[in-house]
């Protein structure tokens, strides 16, 4: 699944291609996503220009006039900026600009969503987020707070996107190494210093991970198709039976509410 690198690196790889631009039509070949896309947004679209583009954790979000364009990449989505009608098969909405380009929504598993609000605050899937790891509004301090008497492992609270958006598998898991805390920990037992150090590793594996381009894991290609390379900075995330690189011990993997989870026994400690 995308998460927040690989969705702030689309947003970069396409913003200068439709920003300013004037939308033609747009083309809906299988409106079966998530949700239905509504038959409202041709009408919305058409003629319109893109003033700005956004992200709210894994939603972007494009500004028209004032409403908004709210696209969810699913499990296996991707945006391309496209000069030519190379129609491929999972290739399910385009939006056509007066300039003979597209931006072409292709999405195999067909589990994201192309939504309309005019207000993106009360909206459904944005109301309840919690903070954007990256803003100055999250912090250990938030997380030990918010964390108190939750039975819940520390992994799926971080997880939680009304705790905190964009913490997603793969960078849980890493962040996690990186702080020397084992998944499977309480987060209400957690203590207030891993809890500092644990926010300052999401942030910086946030960061770089967007520094080079995201992860290339299956799907994902950034937004001007090039491909990312944080994969190649994995500690435990996918090396489930190999050696920790800080200690040799052996990487267990184990599944936590379903997701498959990865971490060196010895390097992270249980609350």
């Not at 702030?8 to 299988?30: A, M």
């Not at 957690?190 to 290339?216: C, D, M, P, W, Y």
């Not at 599944?255 to 060196?264: D, N, T």
Request: overall charge positive; glycine content about 8%.
């Amino acid at each position: 699944m995308p998460e927040l690198p690989e969705v702030e690196t689309t947003l970069r790889g396409i913003e200068p291609y439709i920003i300013g631009k004037k939308i033609s039509s747009v083309i809906i070949r299988n409106p079966s996503l998530r949700w239905p896309v509504p038959e409202e947004i041709h009408k919305k679209l058409k003629n319109q220009v893109i003033d700005r583009i956004q992200r709210r954790g894994k939603y972007l979000l494009l500004q028209v006039s004032k409403e908004y364009l709210i696209i969810h990449l699913g499990m296996s989505g991707s945006l391309r900026i496209s000069k030519q009608a190379d129609i491929k098969k999972h290739d399910h909405i385009d939006l056509c600009f007066e300039d003979g380009t597209y931006l072409r929504y292709c999405d195999p598993r067909r589990f994201g969503c192309f939504l309309w609000t005019d207000d993106i605050e009360k909206h459904f899937l944005l109301k309840h987020l919690g903070p954007e790891p990256l803003s100055n509004s999250f912090n250990g301090e938030y997380l030990f707070e918010a964390s108190r008497k939750r039975k819940t492992s520390v992994k799926n609270f971080i997880m939680n996107s009304r705790v905190v958006v964009g913490v997603g598998n793969i960078y849980a898991s890493e962040a996690l190494y990186a702080a020397g805390i084992r998944p499977t920990s309480k987060a209400g037992k957690v203590t207030k210093k891993k809890f500092n150090l644990l926010a300052q590793e999401i942030v910086k594996i946030l960061r770089k991970s967007i520094e080079n381009g995201g992860t290339t894991l299956r799907d994902f290609v950034s937004g001007d198709n090039a491909p990312g390379y944080f994969k190649q900075s994995l500690k435990v995330y996918g090396r489930e039976g190999e050696k920790c690189y800080k200690c040799s011990t052996e990487i267990k993997g184990i599944r936590i509410g379903q997701r498959a989870s990865a971490y060196c026994p010895k390097c992270q400690a249980k609350f």
